[in-house]
């Protein structure tokens, strides 16, 4: 079965911190892997992505220096480890996969194909 299964989500106060942990199936081992995140009436947008083919993994502005996406081939999983926790981190939080590598470079919801069903992650201040 071809699958995505997040999780690590959990509350937390501002400033500390979470790793997030995807779990794919080995279809997806060459895959653009990503991470995105929605809030509440707001529109889902990618966080951070890793490609084994690409050296700089991608990272929105509102995230750099604090969270950190890597990629464990070996155990088929994906992490996002973060750092310094802001409520408006606060978000469902989703791994997904694209066969497009090149959507790496600048993700966006509507272009990913395969998702998993996300973990919630509240940030309180």
């Known amino acids: 079965q071809v699958e995505l299964v997040e999780s690590g989500g959990g509350s937390v106060q501002a400033g500390g911190s979470l790793t997030l942990s995807c779990e794919y199936s080995r279809y997806y081992r060459n895959y653009c892997m990503g991470w995105f995140r929605q809030a509440p009436g707001k529109e889902r947008e990618g966080v951070a992505t890793?490609?084994?083919?690409?050296?700089?993994?991608y990272y929105a502005d509102s995230v750099k220096g604090r969270f950190t996406i890597s990629q464990d081939n070996a155990k088929n999983t994906v992490y996002l480890q973060m750092n310094s926790l802001r409520p408006e981190d606060t978000a469902m939080y989703y791994c997904?996969?694209?066969?497009?590598?090149?959507?790496?470079?600048?993700?966006?919801?509507?272009?990913?194909?395969?998702w998993g069903q996300g973990t919630q992650v509240t940030v309180s201040s």
């Open positions: 890793v490609h084994p083919g690409i050296s700089n993994s």
């Open positions: 997904a996969a694209d066969p497009r590598w090149g959507r790496c470079y600048s993700p966006r919801a509507p272009d990913f194909d395969n």
